[in-house]
C-alpha cells in the first residue's frame, strides 16, 4: 500500500470516542476487507453471550457462577438488589474508611496517622492494585504504598527495609478473595512477624479483603482486625480491580477512585454498542482473531509509550493469559487456547527487543499506546522547538513505521491523557474485549483449572520436605545421599527428593548439611545431631 492508500486506509478504520478520550487505530492491520462481514455473526454471538453475562447468566458455567464485574460500576445493571446494595455498600465503606485514615480518625496505635501502606496479595488479588498505583501514583499520595506479592523471603525483606522504622505508622492490607493463598497466608504471616518484632499488635494495623467465611477472614476476626471488605464469588480475581481489591489500596493511596470507575462505567456502556466497528472492545477482540487465526499463533506484544503504563501488560498478562489459556473449549473439544502477551514500555524497549520485532521472527502484532499529553504544564526545549515529549511520540510513529514496512502489524490505542478516568477505560476496555474474544473462540475465560495443578503439586513437595526431614532427624548424623534417602522414604521421586535437599542445605532453618561428592547429585545429606 502505498502512503495515500495507507492514510485512506487510517481514515476508514480509525475509531474515535470523544467522550472517552480515546481513539483505535487499526490501520496497520492486514485483515482483508471482507473481514468484519465474515466475522459478524460470531461478533454478534459475543455481544449475545456478552448480554446474558451482564444480566447475571451462569457465565462461569465449570464453577457455576456469574461473572458481575460490570456491575461494579454501575450497580443498578446487577441481577438482584442485593447484590446492587453490597456494591454500593461496600464502595460507601471503602471511602469512609479512606476518608478517616486520611483524617487520622483511625490511627496509628502510637497516635500518629498512618503514613504508608503494605498490600499483601498475588495474582488478581496485586497485579490490578500495582497498575493502578504506578499508573496514577504521585509525590502527593496520602500513603506511600508497598507490595507483596510473592513468598520470597528476600523480596519481603527488601520491602520491610525499605518501610524502616515507619512500620508504626503502616496499614497492612491483606487481599485474597479465596483467602487460602499460600503466597498471600506467608506473606501476612512475615509481615505479622515484623510487627512482632517491633512490638507492635499486628491485629490493631491490619485490614481484610476476601470471601466472607475465609481462612483469612477468620484470622482476620480472631485477631480483632482494624476492618474487613468482602470479595464475592461472581466477581474474579483478574477482573476485580474496580472492587474493594483495587478501589480500598487506591483510596487509601489518595487517588481518584470515582474518575477511575467513571472511565471503566462510561468505557463499558461505549463498548455494549452491537456495531463492531463502532465498538472498540470488539475491535480489539476481532484484530487478536485475526491476527492469530483464532488460535493464539501469534504473540501480542504491548508497547505503552508512558511509563506510568509500564505494568499494563503484566496486568494484561493475567488478565488475557489466564482468561484465554485453556485446554478446552466450551463444548469440552481439546483446543488448547491461547494468546501471549508480553510487554514493557517504549522508547526503552526500542534499545532492548524492538531489534527482534523488526527484523526477527515474525510470531507477533504490536499494539502500541499513546499518550497525547506528554507532563502536567510546559516542557523544556532539548532541541529547538523540540521537547521530551516530542521524541517520545516521534519514536512510536518512528518504530510504528518501522515495523509496518517490514511487514509487521500493529494496532495503536492513543488516550488523550492518563489520568483515573482513562486508566479506568483501559482496564474496561480490556475486560470486555477478553471476555467477546472468549465467545469468538467459544471458551469459559472465566476459570483457571490448570493454575490448580502446580498448587497441588507443590503441596506434595511440602509434603516430601517434612517426611524428609523426619527421616534424617530420626537418624541424626547419619548422611544420605538422595537415592538412598527416597529408598528409606519408599519415594520413586529421586530427583525431587535431591531438589529438595539442595534447598534445605542452602538454609539456615532446618539444620541440614550437604558433604559434596565426586559427582554432584551423589552428595550427601544429614542433620546436625
Ligand atoms: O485472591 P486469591 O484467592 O488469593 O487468588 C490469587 C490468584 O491465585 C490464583 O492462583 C488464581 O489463578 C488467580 O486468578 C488469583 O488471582
Given amino acids: 500500500m502505498d502512503k495515500r492508500q495507507l492514510w485512506e486506509r487510517y481514515q476508514e478504520y480509525l475509531y474515535v470516542s470523544d467522550e472517552l478520550g480515546l481513539m483505535l487505530d487499526i490501520s496497520r492491520m492486514n485483515f482483508p476487507p471482507d473481514f468484519f462481514d465474515r466475522m459478524e455473526s460470531g461478533i454478534q454471538k459475543a455481544f449475545t453471550d456478552m448480554a446474558a453475562l451482564e444480566g447475571g447468566a451462569i457465565a462461569n458455567p465449570d464453577e457455576q457462577r456469574m461473572v458481575g464485574h460490570y456491575w461494579l460500576r454501575n450497580p443498578s445493571l446487577a441481577p438482584t438488589p442485593a447484590i446492587a446494595t453490597e456494591i454500593e455498600g461496600t464502595l460507601a465503606r471503602v471511602q469512609t474508611f479512606a476518608a478517616h485514615i486520611h483524617a487520622g480518625k483511625v490511627c496509628a496505635p502510637n497516635g500518629r496517622p498512618f503514613t504508608r501502606l503494605l498490600v499483601v ?208 473449549d466450551l463444548d469440552g473439544r481439546v483446543v488448547n487456547q491461547g494468546l501471549t502477551v508480553y510487554g514493557n514500555k517504549g522508547s526503552t524497549d526500542q534499545h532492548a527487543y524492538v531489534q527482534q520485532l523488526r527484523e526477527g521472527i515474525p510470531n507477533f502484532f504490536a499494539t502500541f499506546i499513546e499518550v497525547l499529553a506528554d507532563r502536567e504544564g510546559r516542557s523544556l526545549l532539548v532541541e529547538p522547538d523540540v521537547t521530551s515529549g516530542d521524541y517520545l511520540a516521534g519514536f512510536l510513529q518512528g518504530t510504528r513505521t518501522a515495523l509496518y514496512d517490514n511487514g509487521r502489524e500493529s494496532m495503536t490505542i492513543t488516550v488523550e491523557k492518563l489520568d483515573a478516568r482513562a486508566v479506568g477505560a483501559l482496564i474496561a476496555l480490556y475486560e470486555r474485549a477478553v471476555g467477546l474474544y472468549a465467545s469468538l473462540v467459544n471458551i469459559n475465560a472465566y476459570h483457571q483449572p490448570g493454575v490448580e495443578a502446580g498448587k497441588k503439586a507443590a503441596g506434595e513437595v511440602l509434603a516430601l520436605q517434612g517426611n524428609i526431614l523426619a527421616a534424617l532427624r530420626r537418624i541424626a548424623g547419619k548422611a544420605f545421599t538422595a537415592e538412598e534417602l527416597a529408598a528409606e522414604l519408599g519415594e520413586e521421586e529421586t530427583e525431587t527428593v535431591f531438589r529438595i535437599l539442595l534447598h534445605l542445605a542452602a538454609n539456615p532453618d532446618h539444620g541440614v548439611e550437604m558433604e559434596r561428592s565426586e559427582s554432584f547429585c551423589t552428595g550427601s545429606f544429614a542433620a546436625k545431631g
Avoid at 158 to 176: F, H, Q
Avoid at 186 to 194: D, I, P, S
Fill in 121 to 328: 496479595g498475588i495474582g488478581g488479588s496485586a497485579l490490578g492494585p500495582q497498575f493502578v498505583a504506578d499508573s496514577l501514583g504521585s509525590a502527593a499520595d496520602r500513603l506511600k504504598v508497598h507490595f507483596f506479592d510473592n513468598t520470597d523471603p528476600d523480596g519481603m525483606d527488601r520491602v520491610l527495609a525499605e518501610i524502616g522504622p515507619a512500620l508504626a505508622e503502616t496499614l497492612t492490607l491483606v487481599i485474597s478473595k479465596s483467602g487460602g493463598t499460600k503466597e498471600t497466608r506467608n506473606g501476612m504471616l512475615e509481615a505479622r512477624e515484623a510487627y512482632r518484632k517491633a512490638g507492635l499488635d499486628f491485629g490493631k494495623y491490619a485490614v481484610a479483603i476476601t470471601g466472607a467465611g475465609s481462612e483469612l477472614d477468620a484470622t482476620a476476626v480472631a485477631e480483632g482486625w482494624l476492618a474487613r471488605f468482602p470479595m464475592w464469588d461472581w466477581v474474579g480475581g483478574r477482573t476485580s480491580v474496580t472492587s474493594a481489591v483495587g478501589l480500598l489500596p487506591a483510596a487509601l493511596q489518595g487517588l481518584d477512585i470515582d474518575g477511575l470507575l467513571a472511565g471503566a462505567r462510561l468505557c463499558d456502556e461505549t463498548t455494549r454498542s452491537p456495531i463492531a466497528r463502532a465498538n472498540p472492545a470488539a475491535l480489539l477482540a476481532l484484530m487478536w482473531h485475526y491476527a492469530t487465526d483464532g488460535r493464539g499463533t501469534k504473540d501480542m506484544v504491548v508497547l505503552p509509550y508512558k511509563d506510568r503504563l509500564l505494568l499494563f501488560s503484566r496486568y494484561l498478562q493475567q488478565l488475557i493469559m489466564e482468561s484465554i489459556g485453556k485446554e478446552t
